[in-house]
């Protein structure tokens, strides 16, 4: 059935071809066991279940023995894409898996892999908030603490807070827009995420503030923390 929740449909991105060396793990961070199930599995079932989305587009390596041993690979709305050197390329890899099935003017909403305590919440949220922007925007977090600019070990400069937001995920943008956006800026180092590709084009995306417990498994304390944090939830 097709979700049409607004004027446009709505498609998940999962870029999910990194490694996560970070973790010093014998696998990568998003096959690692968080309550039961590995950490992409949450993740997925999260944007499933949020009943938001058409399908949701993984991109996967290529030499990625794990992905094909996952029920939820074999799942109707899960489609499986190449992943990429980078994250732009995966990203870009996904979209390119959705033609023929999203409209240029579908939104896109692309999460990390490793950010398995989304809300449907957030979800809603987000997409409430910018289905009618003309660009776009992320879920994002605004910064608490004193701010150093850091030259080696020594401080230059304290950043004024007020101007300083964390990026989350998903970022949300128009199919079409996105698509060309990662094109026109391929290969560059400056592109971490799918807003600095708009932002290098002239764009201004917007921001949602997002919830405090929709964070990144990147280190080996953080699975601890998003198992307190979906406990919490649940």
Known sequence: ???????????????????????????????LPLAGKTVIEHTLNRLLQSGAFQ?????ISLEDPYWPELDI???????????????????????????????ENDWVLVHDAARPCLTAEDIHLQIDSLKNDPVG???????????????????????????????LTPQMFKYGMLRDALQQTEGNPAITDEASALELLGFQPKIVEGRPDNIKITRPEDLALAQFYMEQQA
């Open 1 to 31: 059935m097709r979700k049409k929740i607004f004027t446009h449909l709505c498609w998940a991105v999962v870029p999910a071809a990194g490694v996560g060396k970070r973790m010093l793990a014998d696998r990568p961070k998003q096959y």
């Open 55 to 59: 399908a949701v587009a993984v991109a």
């Open 73 to 103: 690979a074999k799942h109707p709305e899960v489609i499986t894409a190449p992943g990429g050197k980078e994250r732009a390329d995966s990203v870009l890899s996904a979209l390119k898996a959705l033609e023929g099935k999203a409209d």
């Open 137 to 167: 925007g992320i879920l994002a977090l605004s910064s608490h603490d004193t701010l150093k600019h850091v030259d080696g070990n020594s401080i230059t400069a304290t950043i004024d807070r007020k101007h300083v937001w964390r990026a």
